[in-house]
């Protein structure tokens, strides 16, 4: 059973950082994509991020580009997201994600396999 659990959520002032962990269990790690997505309130599930099995494509929404990177590390089986000059609109829940078929950055081929998200707060 996929399972991916994500931590490293908070509340940040604008301009700061986090590093959003995510730890995978019941699959082998390096076999699937994994994802990070965010759902701010009132709206829908956007992709933030994603990172192929082997690490070496990695896709980056537009309003994270430049300030977010993802880089997964398979003898620990866990992906991360490191988010710098963090603004309010980043405010959201962040979910981790994986998918076994290589799709899009899209919610709707990882959201089989999410996690219980984590809550990142940016105060202005």
């Known amino acids: 059973e996929v399972q991916v659990v994500e931590s490293g959520g908070g509340l940040v002032q604008a301009g700061g950082s986090l590093r959003l962990s995510c730890a995978a269990s019941g699959f082998t790690f390096d076999e699937y994509s994994m994802g990070w997505f965010r759902q701010a309130p009132g709206k829908e599930h956007e992709a933030v991020s994603c990172?192929?099995?082997?690490?070496?494509?990695?896709y980056y929404a537009g309003p994270v580009q430049g300030r977010f990177t993802t880089y997964k590390d398979n003898a620990k089986n866990t992906v991360y997201l490191e988010m710098n000059s963090l603004k309010p609109e980043d405010t959201a829940v962040y979910y981790c994600?994986?998918?076994?078929?290589?799709?899009?950055?899209?919610?709707?081929?990882?959201?089989?396999?999410r996690g219980q998200g984590t809550q990142v707060t940016v105060a202005s």
């Open positions: 994600a994986a998918d076994r078929l290589g799709g899009p950055c899209l919610w709707r081929y990882f959201s089989g396999s």
């Open positions: 990172i192929d099995r082997t690490g070496q494509s990695i």
